[in-house]
């Protein structure tokens, strides 16, 4: 999916439930990650070349599930490879301990040899700041995973609404039915959501079809994300 209003310019390149997500954000001046799955660096390569994914600032990460970080060690080894001189942030919700993993055993390997600054920051709060001019608002969402005993758990999960020259795009990443997402797309100019149950049966890990249409119609548009394949 492709969606552009001037410079403002967002690519998902994939969102298959337990395979993979990534997505580029861009302005005439910023590059951002967000959710660098398996197959990131092969997308970013074809899709703007090693000069400018060495320019790219800043990656945010929802959640820490294998689906939307498992391009993650791979982007970093790359970025050192071609010698990015320029920090890289990135961003992820407090307690998620995926991400903090990769980037320890990365540093525990590579750290000597690092061409560039690695900035981990921790998302608590909902307080908006800004990165390149575009406007980032983080909200927490709705999302669990099974537990051994059959239980759902709650699993450190954010959304993102990026907003840049009067135009916005919320992402929702992985989520249930929430009040923030609701609040977040509702008149956004493009709402990426989620519809990853399986079944038309409200679930309290995945948004029905139903659920996730009803949100993004309060977008001026609306696309939908990580629905099953079958």
């Not at 709060?125 to 969402?141: E, W």
């Not at 079809?209 to 609306?222: C, F, L, P, V």
Request: charged share 25%; net charge neutral.
């Amino acid at each position: 999916m492709i969606w552009q209003k001037k410079d403002f310019f967002i690519k998902i390149f994939c969102s298959i439930p337990n395979v993979a997500t990534g997505i580029l954000l861009t302005t005439d001046n910023s590059a951002f990650v967000v959710d660098p799955g398996d197959g990131i660096l092969r997308d970013l390569t074809k899709e703007i070349g090693p000069k400018e994914i060495k320019n790219i600032s800043d990656v945010f990460i929802s959640h820490g599930h294998h689906d939307h970080v498992g391009g993650v060690w791979s982007f970093l080894t790359y970025l050192s490879v071609m010698r990015k001189k320029t920090p890289l942030n990135i961003y992820f919700p407090k307690g998620c301990a995926e991400i903090l993993s990769i980037y320890k055993a990365f540093i525990s390997v590579y750290g000597h040899e690092v061409s560039y600054k690695i900035n981990m920051i921790p998302i608590d709060d909902t307080k908006a700041f800004t990165r390149k001019s575009v406007k980032v608002k983080p909200f927490k969402v709705n999302h669990r995973e099974v537990a051994p005993d059959g239980s759902s758990e709650l699993v450190p999960s954010l959304g993102f609404k990026f907003t840049y020259e009067g135009k916005s795009i919320c992402y929702g990443g992985d989520t249930a039915y929430c009040d923030s997402l609701v609040q977040m797309s509702k008149g956004s100019d493009l709402a990426i959501i989620e519809a990853g149950a399986r079944d038309d049966k409200k679930s309290d890990l995945h948004m029905t079809m139903d659920q996730a249409s009803e949100i993004g119609e309060t977008a001026k548009e609306y696309f939908l994300v990580h629905v099953p394949e079958n």
